[in-house]
């Protein structure tokens, strides 16, 4: 759920209208070199985290207790000295609140709950209109989507209509309806983009089989592997632009033509990575939302920095934010952890599979649904094992071949799930 409640009408648009004044300053933002957007990344962080420590009752108890203040915070050193925010804050919206932000008042946006436990975050109308819509404008026409092309949402609380108006530039279908009853008004709508999960999108390519062309899709929400790229862009015969964000943070980083990585908003969002200097733990500090002060939220992603700078002549800095949520990590025998990443880079170029999901049942055990096209027999089960047999070793993989491999209730679908208790001891 996004968007419910906020200030009047007339605020809104007036707030749009301001936001669109300052929108050529965010685009020329993304062409600074990248040691003047560090600069002007750090003014932002310095004002948020006076802003937070004074007004937000959470962080105000937070430096207290660790005996900082704002003016302390010189470094990154200096701010990784600071506790996490953790989704359990979250669970307790009113002590993360600035004073003089009253919620009725704020824009908020609630997760879908696909770990277990629903948060909501709420945001001023300043943010609001940064986040949504500029931040992702941005992003968009950097890959060549224009504000008046048309645009289809696939997603959770999408329209059950069959019938969509001609006026319309974009419309959001439910992915909760079953695909036939959808496609022919999505084929009659003919959008130049699509946006949304890309599990979804695979089944969509292969139900359309070539009745749908959208110019380009973006891809949210799930870990987007090189073999579900590939299929998309295959059934659509368009390119696709993965994106990456959270509900908390909206847009985060967002790949351009190039492909190179994602581009990350460094000029209003600050990415830790835990430990520096590696693939770890992804941290976030968006620099806008002054109703609701977020310092190093700990989103439950993990991801890395790339190194050097993007063949598109953009100074944003590149990441590879979708290394997999953590709570995927496999545990193998012996204690040692494994990216989702790993698995599917491993079989990446295994012909043969519509769709695929990993499932580990037991440390020492692996279990791997295959969609099979008609081209995957003996031959593709032994390539897999074979990629497999160096990345998981000591773990016994089981290929089990399925007709569909259904999505969870949010309508994702999760390509590695580990079913290990997170407690659970691994020898």
């Not at 990350?264 to 109703?291: C, F, H, Q, S």
Request: glycine letters at 8%; one cysteine or more; hydrophobic letters at 40%.
């Amino acid at each position: 759920m996004s968007g419910v409640g906020g200030p009047p009408l007339a605020r809104r648009m007036a707030e749009l209208g301001r936001g669109m004044a300052r929108y050529p300053g965010l685009e020329a933002a993304q062409w600074m070199a990248p040691e003047r957007l560090q600069d002007l990344q750090w003014q932002r962080l310095r004002r948020v985290v006076q802003h937070a420590a004074t007004h937000s009752p959470l962080y105000r108890r937070r430096f207290a207790q660790a005996g900082i203040r704002p003016e302390d915070i010189r470094t990154p050193e200096d701010f990784r000295q600071l506790p996490p925010t953790t989704r359990d804050d979250l669970r307790a919206p009113g002590e993360l609140l600035a004073e003089g932000f009253p919620e009725d008042r704020l824009r908020r946006s609630t997760t879908s709950g696909s770990t277990g436990r629903r948060t909501t975050s709420y945001f001023d109308e300043r943010a609001w209109v940064l986040s949504k819509y500029l931040l992702k404008l941005r992003a968009r026409r950097a890959c060549g989507l224009q504000p008046w092309h048309r645009v289809a949402l696939f997603q959770e609380d999408g329209s059950a209509a069959t019938q969509v108006p001609s006026h319309k530039r974009s419309h959001a279908f439910s992915i909760h309806r079953p695909i036939a009853e959808i496609l022919p008004a999505a084929e009659r709508f003919a959008a130049h983009a699509y946006y949304g999960f890309p599990g979804y999108f695979v089944q969509l390519a292969q139900a359309a089989q070539g009745r749908l062309r959208p110019r380009m899709i973006f891809t949210s929400g799930e870990l987007l592997d090189p073999f579900t790229r590939r299929a998309i862009e295959e059934g659509f015969q368009a390119p696709v632009f993965d994106v990456y964000g959270c509900t908390e943070v909206k847009e985060v980083a967002w790949e351009c033509p190039a492909h190179a990585g994602h581009h990350l908003n460094a000029d209003w969002v600050m990415l830790e990575i835990d430990p520096p200097g590696a693939a770890g733990k992804v941290l976030l500090t968006p620099l806008y939302n002054r109703a609701m002060p977020l310092l190093r939220y700990v989103v439950g992603d993990t991801g890395m920095l790339l190194p050097g700078r993007c063949a598109c002549g953009r100074g944003l800095p590149l990441i590879r934010p979708t290394l997999g949520r953590s709570v995927d990590y496999l545990r193998l025998p012996g204690g040692t952890t494994l990216a989702p990443y790993s698995l599917t880079c491993a079989i990446e170029d295994i012909e043969g599979m519509r769709q695929y999901q990993f499932v580990q049942t037991e440390p020492a055990r692996l279990l791997l649904r295959v969609v099979p096209r008609d081209d995957f027999g003996a031959h593709s089960e032994a390539a897999l094992r074979q990629a497999l047999a160096p990345v998981v070793p000591g773990v016994e993989v089981a290929i089990e071949r399925v007709q569909e491999i259904p999505p969870e209730r949010s309508g994702k679908y999760r390509i590695v799930q580990s079913c290990l208790p997170p407690d659970r001891p691994v020898t």
